[in-house]
């Protein structure tokens, strides 16, 4: 279960930095965008809290400059022996460079 919830942070993270490097930063309907396309998704939406989308939210970047995207996840690891359960969390990270594609004149 671990691989697929892995597998879903990494084709977020890169159509979060497709869309962030259309306007050289992160706005924050992006990040609401991203949580909620993550939500639709049981585990995510069970583990709401454990979720964190970031991204550069500052002046925009010029063409050709960089800047990261990240979306991190725990997820939840139970084990069950002898009756009792103990849960885990795993960290899952994915951090994503994006390239500013606009040209902004200042």
Same mark, same amino acid.
């Given at each position: 279960?671990?691989?697929?919830?892995?597998?879903?942070?990494?084709?977020?993270?890169?159509?979060?930095?497709?869309?962030?490097? !259309? @306007?050289?930063?992160?706005?924050?309907?992006? =990040?609401?965008?991203?949580?909620?396309?993550? *939500?639709?998704?049981?585990?995510? #939406?069970?583990?709401?809290?454990?979720?964190?989308?970031?991204?550069?939210?500052?002046?925009?970047?010029?063409?050709?400059?960089?800047?990261?995207? !990240? @979306?991190?996840?725990?997820?939840?690891?139970? =084990?069950?022996?002898?009756?009792?359960?103990? *849960?885990?969390?795993?960290?899952? #990270?994915?951090?994503?460079?994006?390239?500013?594609?606009?040209?902004?004149?200042?």
């Amino acid at each position: 279960m671990i691989f697929p919830t892995y597998l879903a942070i990494i084709y977020e993270s890169y159509i979060f930095a497709m869309d962030a490097s !259309n @306007i050289n930063y992160v706005s924050q309907g992006m =990040i609401t965008a991203c949580r909620e396309r993550l *939500t639709k998704i049981p585990i995510f #939406r069970d583990n709401y809290s454990k979720l964190k989308v970031s991204g550069y939210n500052g002046t925009p970047k010029q063409r050709g400059e960089t800047f990261d995207v !990240n @979306i991190e996840f725990e997820f939840p690891f139970t =084990i069950s022996l002898a009756g009792k359960s103990k *849960t885990f969390y795993v960290p899952l #990270r994915a951090k994503k460079a994006a390239t500013g594609l606009h040209y902004y004149k200042r």
